[in-house]
């Protein structure tokens, strides 16, 4: 929500790479070397984003056992 209030906001990692594809769209010289910096920097957000939702889908599971243990009622998208 920051940036649609025009604050400033790191770039995200679709913007990241978005933004190097769309550098080199229809262009058969090499990629520039702020895109590769910017693809690395996109790939160490990405494996640091999925652990964090690996964590988190170890962490649902955990309350789901719970609540399965403990013969809650049906909540959606859990069976």
Known sequence: TLSSREFETPPS??????GAAYAVWNSTSDVPGMYNESIDI?????????????????????????????????TPGRY
Do not use: C, F, M
């Open 42 to 74: 996109a790939e160490k957000q990405l494996n640091e984003a999925a652990a964090t939702v690996s964590d988190v889908e170890q962490k649902i599971k955990a309350v789901e056992n719970l609540l399965d243990k403990n013969k809650a009622p049906y």
């Open 13 to 18: 990692i679709n913007g990241r790479i978005g």
